[in-house]
Protein backbone atom coordinates (compact mmCIF):
# COMPACT_ATOMS: atom_id res chain seq x y z
CA UNK A 1 0.00 0.00 0.00
CA UNK A 2 1.33 3.63 -1.18
CA UNK A 3 1.35 5.69 2.08
CA UNK A 4 1.30 9.55 1.94
CA UNK A 5 5.17 9.45 3.12
CA UNK A 6 6.00 7.30 0.04
CA UNK A 7 4.47 9.34 -2.02
CA UNK A 8 5.85 12.72 -0.89
CA UNK A 9 8.95 10.77 -1.10
CA UNK A 10 8.42 10.04 -4.69
CA UNK A 11 6.84 13.09 -5.95
CA UNK A 12 10.04 15.24 -4.13
CA UNK A 13 12.30 12.79 -6.14
CA UNK A 14 10.47 13.59 -9.56
CA UNK A 15 10.09 16.79 -8.96
CA UNK A 16 13.61 17.41 -8.25
CA UNK A 17 14.70 15.45 -11.38
CA UNK A 18 12.54 17.81 -13.45
CA UNK A 19 13.92 20.70 -11.96
CA UNK A 20 17.25 19.55 -12.39
CA UNK A 21 16.97 18.22 -16.25
CA UNK A 22 15.07 21.79 -17.23
CA UNK A 23 17.58 23.78 -15.64
CA UNK A 24 20.67 21.49 -16.50
CA UNK A 25 21.33 23.49 -19.92
CA UNK A 26 20.77 27.17 -18.88
CA UNK A 27 22.96 29.28 -21.03
CA UNK A 28 25.84 31.24 -19.32
CA UNK A 29 24.44 34.22 -21.22
CA UNK A 30 20.55 33.60 -20.79
CA UNK A 31 21.37 33.44 -16.54
CA UNK A 32 21.11 36.79 -15.70
CA UNK A 33 19.74 38.38 -18.39
CA UNK A 34 16.24 39.71 -18.18
CA UNK A 35 13.49 38.56 -20.23
CA UNK A 36 11.09 41.25 -20.21
CA UNK A 37 7.47 41.99 -19.23
CA UNK A 38 7.14 40.88 -15.71
CA UNK A 39 9.18 37.73 -16.78
CA UNK A 40 12.13 37.23 -13.74
CA UNK A 41 15.83 36.34 -14.53
CA UNK A 42 17.16 32.51 -14.45
CA UNK A 43 18.98 33.36 -11.89
CA UNK A 44 16.83 34.15 -10.24
CA UNK A 45 13.93 31.58 -10.71
CA UNK A 46 16.71 29.39 -9.65
CA UNK A 47 17.97 30.68 -6.73
CA UNK A 48 14.20 31.58 -5.93
CA UNK A 49 13.71 27.46 -5.65
CA UNK A 50 16.71 26.79 -3.54
CA UNK A 51 16.45 29.31 -1.12
CA UNK A 52 12.75 28.71 -0.45
CA UNK A 53 13.30 25.13 0.16
CA UNK A 54 16.16 25.74 2.45
CA UNK A 55 14.30 28.43 4.64
CA UNK A 56 10.98 26.91 4.48
CA UNK A 57 12.59 23.22 5.53
CA UNK A 58 15.31 24.70 7.89
CA UNK A 59 13.54 27.72 9.39
CA UNK A 60 10.00 26.99 9.44
CA UNK A 61 9.56 23.40 9.70
CA UNK A 62 12.50 22.28 11.66
CA UNK A 63 13.14 26.21 13.62
CA UNK A 64 17.15 25.64 12.73
CA UNK A 65 19.07 28.62 10.64
CA UNK A 66 18.92 27.81 7.11
CA UNK A 67 21.88 26.53 5.51
CA UNK A 68 22.60 29.80 3.79
CA UNK A 69 22.85 31.38 7.35
CA UNK A 70 24.75 28.07 8.67
CA UNK A 71 27.27 26.03 6.90
CA UNK A 72 26.67 27.78 3.50
CA UNK A 73 27.03 31.01 4.51
CA UNK A 74 28.88 33.30 2.38
CA UNK A 75 29.47 30.06 -0.16
CA UNK A 76 26.23 29.64 -1.94
CA UNK A 77 27.48 31.33 -4.84
CA UNK A 78 24.55 33.83 -4.99
CA UNK A 79 25.54 37.62 -4.86
CA UNK A 80 22.98 38.07 -1.72
CA UNK A 81 20.51 35.88 -0.36
CA UNK A 82 16.55 35.69 -0.78
CA UNK A 83 15.02 38.40 0.68
CA UNK A 84 12.95 37.27 3.77
CA UNK A 85 9.14 36.19 2.62
CA UNK A 86 7.28 38.77 4.91
CA UNK A 87 5.07 41.53 4.31
CA UNK A 88 7.27 43.34 1.83
CA UNK A 89 8.14 40.35 0.26
CA UNK A 90 7.00 41.29 -3.38
CA UNK A 91 8.69 44.25 -4.11
CA UNK A 92 12.12 42.83 -2.39
CA UNK A 93 11.97 40.14 -4.72
CA UNK A 94 11.31 42.14 -7.47
CA UNK A 95 14.21 43.98 -6.40
CA UNK A 96 16.04 40.81 -5.72
CA UNK A 97 15.79 39.36 -8.67
CA UNK A 98 17.04 42.15 -11.18
CA UNK A 99 19.89 42.47 -9.15
CA UNK A 100 21.32 39.09 -7.83
CA UNK A 101 24.26 36.93 -9.67
CA UNK A 102 25.20 33.05 -8.99
CA UNK A 103 28.37 31.59 -10.03
CA UNK A 104 25.89 28.67 -11.17
CA UNK A 105 29.16 26.14 -10.16
CA UNK A 106 28.29 26.95 -6.86
CA UNK A 107 25.02 27.23 -6.67
CA UNK A 108 24.40 24.02 -7.79
CA UNK A 109 26.51 22.38 -4.95
CA UNK A 110 24.83 24.27 -2.33
CA UNK A 111 21.22 23.34 -3.81
CA UNK A 112 22.91 19.79 -3.50
CA UNK A 113 23.23 20.56 0.45
CA UNK A 114 19.53 21.85 0.47
CA UNK A 115 18.33 18.81 -1.09
CA UNK A 116 20.24 16.21 0.52
CA UNK A 117 19.38 17.72 3.92
CA UNK A 118 15.87 17.36 2.92
CA UNK A 119 16.23 13.94 2.20
CA UNK A 120 17.47 13.46 5.55
CA UNK A 121 14.29 15.05 7.11
CA UNK A 122 12.12 13.31 4.85
CA UNK A 123 13.86 9.83 5.47
CA UNK A 124 13.73 10.54 9.30
CA UNK A 125 9.78 10.75 8.98
CA UNK A 126 7.78 7.58 10.03
CA UNK A 127 4.41 7.88 8.06
CA UNK A 128 2.50 9.13 11.43
CA UNK A 129 4.63 12.49 11.12
CA UNK A 130 3.29 13.44 7.69
CA UNK A 131 0.04 14.55 9.93
CA UNK A 132 1.76 16.39 12.71
CA UNK A 133 0.86 20.17 12.72
CA UNK A 134 3.73 22.96 11.60
CA UNK A 135 3.26 26.50 12.88
CA UNK A 136 4.11 28.55 10.04
CA UNK A 137 3.09 32.06 11.13
CA UNK A 138 1.73 33.99 8.93
CA UNK A 139 1.33 31.31 6.87
CA UNK A 140 -1.11 29.45 9.39
CA UNK A 141 -0.62 25.67 10.98
CA UNK A 142 0.16 23.55 8.44
CA UNK A 143 0.67 19.69 8.57
CA UNK A 144 4.30 17.94 7.63
CA UNK A 145 2.12 16.60 4.54
CA UNK A 146 1.10 19.79 3.36
CA UNK A 147 4.21 21.58 3.67
CA UNK A 148 6.02 19.11 1.50
CA UNK A 149 3.19 18.59 -1.01
CA UNK A 150 2.12 21.87 -1.43
CA UNK A 151 4.51 23.95 -0.49
CA UNK A 152 7.99 22.11 -1.70
CA UNK A 153 7.16 19.94 -4.51
CA UNK A 154 4.37 22.45 -5.25
CA UNK A 155 6.50 24.99 -5.62
CA UNK A 156 9.33 23.28 -7.22
CA UNK A 157 7.06 22.41 -10.15
CA UNK A 158 5.74 26.02 -10.58
CA UNK A 159 9.37 27.45 -10.71
CA UNK A 160 10.44 24.70 -12.95
CA UNK A 161 7.69 26.03 -15.84
CA UNK A 162 8.51 29.29 -15.09
CA UNK A 163 12.38 28.48 -15.88
CA UNK A 164 11.52 26.35 -19.44
CA UNK A 165 8.85 29.38 -19.99
CA UNK A 166 11.65 31.82 -20.04
CA UNK A 167 14.65 29.60 -21.79
CA UNK A 168 11.63 29.57 -24.27
CA UNK A 169 11.83 33.31 -24.23
CA UNK A 170 15.47 32.87 -25.14
CA UNK A 171 14.57 31.00 -28.30
CA UNK A 172 16.14 27.31 -26.35
CA UNK A 173 14.25 24.31 -25.64
CA UNK A 174 12.67 24.74 -21.99
CA UNK A 175 11.26 21.28 -20.51
CA UNK A 176 13.54 18.77 -21.58
CA UNK A 177 10.72 15.90 -22.88
Known sequence: M?????LIK???KSSREIFDATSADILDDHLHKDPGGKALPLAALYAHVIFSE?????GMVRHTEPLFNSSWKNKTGASEIMPPMDENWSSANEKWSHSVSIDMTQFREYAQAVFQS????????ADA????IV???NWGQKTVASILAGILIGHRYSL?????????????KGYPF
Open 2 to 6: LTALQ
Open 10 to 12: DEL
Open 54 to 58: DAILQ
Open 118 to 125: TDDYVNSL
Open 129 to 132: DVDM
Open 135 to 137: DLG
Open 160 to 172: TGEISAVKGIFGV
